[in-house]
């Protein structure tokens, strides 16, 4: 079984298309990608050479992040299923507000790292300069993640700040002094304990490498790699794809720690050859999703959550890799033996000799 990255390719944009990324024409992807290429050697430097100050480094990370998905994100179903089309009103494709939208969200967030020095001062009597770049970042910060993720969390954190503001209408044990604009905008914005606190840093710290890092192991072949390993060792046995899935998408989870990846690349083998040999399709569907949300917790990638417990509890890195060896190889025998028994149940038979892959020419 050899990686299409063509069809991975569909498949990704299929899924991409689901989370409102909109066409753009030449000229926006030219700056898309130059955007994304700068914001990767910032880490790759960062990474080498020490981090800078906290709040510059986070800044630098959060202005590209939060520009990027204003310029690569529509604001509605509309502006993502019609042709890319430049115009004085929507340049490279892209409406003009969102183009003055992203520079404003860049500019407030790089406004903390310039005025740190005067921070110390102004922490808990901020200017009204101070309130209204923070208005704008956490209003943009709320629709960015409604654009890349839906409504769900920012309605959480909007009953929550609502909270903040209205404590002295809630009855009984739920009512509280409540605070100001001003006061949610000065802990949100000009400490470390909002917007440029622990989620952030553990991103632009250590998981953005880690990501980067598997991308391009996957690019120069490593994915196949792996995958052509995981069809040797457990491919010629009884429902051989879907032991294939199992171990293929554990494997490629130690590289990624992105379930959705791992689906989109291993499942596009494995989902045809586990419906080839004879496993139902919801079945051979279900495998592959198991197994690539498996990826998440297998070291020494773990998605975030390893990051953020390191934050958390200052536990080092690598004890909670090592820790995680276990959880995870638990998981996946769990799942290998389910495939296993079905494959039995069902009588089904492993990958022929034309399909084996050779571990020579991977």
Not at 100 to 119: C, K, Q
Request: charged residues 10%; hydrophobic residues 50%; glycine residues 10%.
């Amino acid at each position: 079984m050899e990686i299409d990255h063509e069809k991975t390719q569909q498949l990704a944009e299929k899924y991409d298309s689901e989370i409102r990324f909109r066409p753009l024409d030449k000229t926006a992807t030219w700056i898309v990608s130059g955007l994304l290429v700068t914001l990767s050697i910032f880490h790759y430097y960062t990474a080498g050479f020490g981090l800078l100050r906290e709040a510059t480094h986070r800044g630098v990370h959060l202005a590209f992040v939060l520009s990027l998905i204003f310029l690569v994100f529509g604001f509605s179903k509309a502006h993502y299923t019609r042709e890319p089309k430049s115009t004085w009103y929507a340049p490279g494709g892209i409406p003009l507000y969102d183009w003055i939208i992203a520079i404003a969200l860049a500019l407030s967030v790089l406004y903390i790292p310039y005025i740190f020095e005067d921070l110390a001062f102004r922490v808990g009597n901020p200017l009204p300069i101070d309130v209204f770049m923070g208005s704008i970042l956490l209003i943009g910060l709320l629709e960015a993640t409604r654009r890349a993720m839906g409504w769900p969390l920012p309605i959480i954190a909007l009953v929550f700040m609502a909270y903040a503001m209205f404590g002295p209408y809630f009855p009984g044990l739920l009512q509280h002094a409540g605070n100001t604009w001003s006061q949610i905008v000065n802990h949100m914005y000009l400490t470390s304990q909002g917007v440029y606190g622990v989620a952030v840093g553990v991103v632009a710290t250590y998981v953005f490498h880690f990501v980067l890092f598997g991308v391009l192991a996957t690019r120069i072949g490593l994915g196949q790699l792996f995958l052509d390993v995981a069809s040797t060792i457990a491919g010629r046995y009884a429902g051989g794809p879907a032991k294939v899935s199992v171990f293929g998408s554990a494997m490629f989870g130690m590289l990624s720690g992105s379930s959705v990846a791992n689906a989109v690349t291993v499942g596009s083998l494995t989902i045809p050859a586990m419906i080839r040999v004879g496993y139902p399709r919801h079945f051979a569907a279900g495998v592959e999703a198991a197994s690539s949300t498996g990826g998440q917790i297998t070291p020494p990638i773990m998605g975030a959550a390893a990051f953020l417990m390191i934050e958390f509890l200052g536990i080092p890195y690598q004890q909670i890799a090592i820790a995680g060896v276990f959880p995870a190889f638990l998981y996946f025998f769990g799942l290998f033996m389910q495939v296993h028994f079905e494959a039995k149940r069902e009588g089904l038979r492993g990958l022929t000799a034309e399909e084996m892959p050779k571990l020579t020419q991977s």
